[in-house]
């Protein structure tokens, strides 16, 4: 994993210690990265509750509660989707906040996929209004798609007050 993803990682973690906070992970394009970069700082297990990889739609709906209705209007690579997987995730762990993404890293898209580079992110956070974006990584190589997402989500959480 690229050191400035472990140095995010680091921060996250020793700024939920020292609030006392707690974060679960809902992930998809990024298969369980950001999880892995957060467990990999010492004493995480005082901050990390959950981690889900729902990688196909199925496990977003029965995992999640994602209703198999949102995904098929807007698609697993929308805001509304990642929205609803983090508050799920949120809502399942007890967590305080719940990092959510989905994406389409390639290197290829079906029919009705997100064009590839499209990454759709969301952070929910208990209590409060939670944050949705999007990122676009054209032409990007797919190891380096799933990084930039592993980024932007952490910012995400970095960014918060």
């Not at 369980?32 to 995480?44: N, R």
């Not at 995904?71 to 719940?98: C, K, P, Q, T, W």
């Not at 064009?115 to 992110?121: A, L, Q, R």
Request: aromatic letters at 4%; a negative charge.
């Amino acid at each position: 994993m690229h050191p400035d993803l472990l140095i995010r990682a680091h921060m996250i973690v020793e700024r939920l210690i020292a609030q006392g906070k707690t974060i679960a992970l809902a992930e998809s394009c990024t298969g369980g990265l950001i999880a892995s970069a957060l467990t990999s700082v010492e004493g995480s297990s005082a901050a990390f509750r959950y981690g889900w990889v729902t990688y196909c739609p199925e496990a977003k709906e029965s995992q999640l509660g994602v209703p198999m209705m949102l995904i098929a209007n807007f698609g697993v690579v929308s805001e509304i989707v990642v929205a609803a997987m983090a508050e799920g995730a949120l809502s399942r762990s007890g967590a305080d906040y719940a990092i959510a993404v989905s994406g389409n890293a390639g290197p290829s898209a079906e029919a009705g996929d997100a064009e590839v580079g499209t990454v759709c992110m969301a952070l929910a956070i208990k209590g409060e209004q939670g944050k949705t974006q999007t990122q676009h990584y054209p032409g990007i190589e797919r190891k380096r798609v799933r990084d930039l997402a592993i980024a932007a989500a952490m910012d995400m959480l970095l960014r918060v007050d």
